[in-house]
């Protein structure tokens, strides 16, 4: 299957702090991508979809100013948490699709682990 | 309001026997449903999709079965393996929205 990295897998920051986590699909081209986030036991929640080249769009109450996307190119989106809080502590994942046409499979990334002191 | 449900406590089987797990929606109308396996600290990994219009999938040691008039979908795994054990998510995709929407995840755990 294809992959996706993503870089870093852990981060530690203080509050107030900006963070950059970086998703590469490695093998094929993500015309389109995810960002989701997990907290503890609990399901991932899509955050935004992201288009290459496009604004992304964002989760009913995901706030757009704090959570920076930017799909630059077919293989590769990052997400900039500005002005990161102890809340924002979270486990980030990124998903890729070909086309992110409905059903298409996504393949995700490893997760990066955010924790904010 | 819209619900994917899948059973939040852990499912201990003995190595061997098939593992059923079970997702459950309302206020959807999936064209596509998808399971996905989660280890510990790591992202999804995608393992069957079927669609609307088909009632069985196998893949392997895999089936899936979609009953949209049960709104349910079974997942199971034959001559499970200690190996098996993970989080298994269901997802699906809403008609006219290309994101996935996960349940909660059931774990699963084979006991040698």
């Known amino acids: 299957g294809a992959v996706v990295s993503q870089h870093p897998s852990r981060v530690i920051c203080k509050s107030g702090t900006s963070v950059k986590i970086e998703c590469r699909s490695l093998d094929f081209q993500a015309t389109t991508m995810f960002w989701y986030r ?7 929640m899509l955050m935004a979809t992201s288009n290459e080249g496009s604004k992304a769009t964002y989760e009913q109450g995901v ?3 704090k959570f920076l996307i930017n799909h630059a190119s077919l293989t590769l989106s990052t997400l900039t948490v500005t ?3 102890p809340e924002d502590s979270s486990f980030y994942i990124c998903s ?22 | 309001s819209q619900k994917i449900e899948q059973n939040s406590e852990a499912l201990n089987i003995q190595e061997g026997k098939t593992a059923t797990l079970t997702c459950n929606y309302t206020n959807y109308s999936p064209a596509y449903l998808q399971w996905y396996r989660q280890d510990p600290g790591r992202g999804p990994v995608f393992l069957l999709l079927i669609r609307e219009n088909e009632k069985e999938k196998r893949k392997e040691r895999l089936k899936v079965t979609f009953d949209t008039t049960l709104k349910q979908s079974l ?12 989080t298994y998510l269901c997802a699906l995709t809403d008609t006219g929205r290309r994101a996935l929407t996960f349940g909660s995840g059931t774990r699963l755990q084979v006991q040698p």
Do not use: C, N
Request: no cysteine.
């Open chain 1, 38 to 44: 997990q907290f503890p036991k609990q399901s991932l």
């Open chain 1, 63 to 65: 706030e757009k100013d």
């Open chain 1, 83 to 85: 002005s990161a809080h």
């Open chain 1, 96 to 117: 890729g699709s070909g086309s992110g046409g409905p059903g298409e499979t996504q393949y995700f990334g490893p997760g990066t682990r955010l924790l904010v002191l």
């Open chain 2, 75 to 86: 997942f199971h795994i034959t001559a499970s393996q200690p190996a098996d054990s993970a």
